[in-house]
């Protein structure tokens, strides 16, 4: 899985470049700034992209803008965006055009090593992993149709989905059976009225539209 | 000559003054009637100018007024950074400073029970570590979320406004119309005023639909924020709004609240001051 890498500071740069390359990524392009950035995503061999929000030169939100127009140009791109913080509203514009393939997580759980290894691996085959933090704040809201029809444990479930975990990581969060936790999620794809399909893109469907986006 | 005679002079006298009085006033108004219509107003703007200058306050006044209105401000002002400063102080001495004391012990004693050939307590105690780290992120970024919130840099007071109501546990439609960035002070204490009625709308309303909306219009920055709750609500109860309306009084902004029992509560925010430029910024998608 060829990279492109973008993070101004140099520690953390090169911090992701010796976990990623160790984890068998191939490391394509490493950038610091956001004009580069740009040049780098138009590389063809690129296969997905790990981005900073915040780059030089303005020092606000280029690697998110880098990463929506990317998607724009190239739809379904994977792009894992790191961030000193997180915002609901971010997720939302990187959710906008309604295909997955979209991380979205702290910088600081990068520390979970293969934990962040394996969400990149889940955005680069199409899924969504979303940080724990905005799926809370998604969960906070009064629901409306069709999602109020999910039972408590199904939003649960459907957050950790949103969050990028496994079935068998579900059933461990929640101590029960995976055979539980596959009920629960059939369940939730009949209640969003999801057609049948691959079940990694029934995955993304139901978190979109729980996001409502 | 009779009485009569005698009496006939005063009357006849007084008679005919009336009459040729009305007539010259009457045959006056005829021939000049065309300039009292255009000439009325401005003797009334005389008029009213001179009773202006005597009645009015003087320019001394006016002055001394605003000079009494800026030393409260600015002595409330200074009250509040200082507070602000020793709730921030707080805030990092019990939170990241106390973790990063507790990361150093966790490190220095993994470096012992290495010393000690004891690595399954090192791993342990590394584990601490890193979970300590974590805590003391999380901390360092809700103090800078509570001195300048990233988004409000990142997308000014419009995104930052969208980004506050996204979090909302109800739906809040925000609808800004600005044309240009206020001043950052300006910003960033409007948008603590519309952080602050919007937690006060999610703690005290009961609402089930809340709004906000932001305008520039005429040289005064406005920000209304409404609920649907049940109202009643009493800017004077709590320190929160206090806090805002000083903040706000800085900038000769003023806030208002309308909150009838049984609601809707309708708080409205208004500072005066000059937007800069517009930046290019793309449309922040949809909310």
Redesign the interface.
Known sequence: MRLVLAEDHALLRAGLIQLLEGNGFTILHAVDNAPELEQALLDPEAEAAVLDV?LPPTQ??EGL?AA?AVREARPGFPVMVLS??V???YA??LL?SGVGAVGYLLK?RV?DVAEFVDGVRRVAAGGTVLDPEVVA?VM???R?EPVERLTPREQEVLGLMAEGRSNAAIAMHLSVTEKAVAKHINSIFTKLDLPIDEDDHRRVRAVLAWLR? | MTWRDLAWMPAAFVVSFTINLTVIILALGVVTWFIWWFATPWLMRARAAVDRWFLAYSRTETLEQRVQVLAETRADLVDHSAAELRRLERDLHDGAQARLVALSMSLGMADAAFESEDPEQARQLIKDARSTTTAAIGDLRSVVRGIHPPVLADRGLAGAVAALALDMAIPVPVDAQLPGRPPAPVESAVYFAVAECLANVGKHSGARNGWVHLRHEDGVLRAIVGDDGRGGADPGAGTGMLGVMRRLAAFDGTLSVSSPAGGPTIVTLEVPCVLSSPRTTPSSGPA
């Open positions: 915040r606000t939100d803008r929506i000193q913080y915002e609901q509203l939302r514009e906008a600081d520390a704040t906070a809201r009064q409306e986006v």
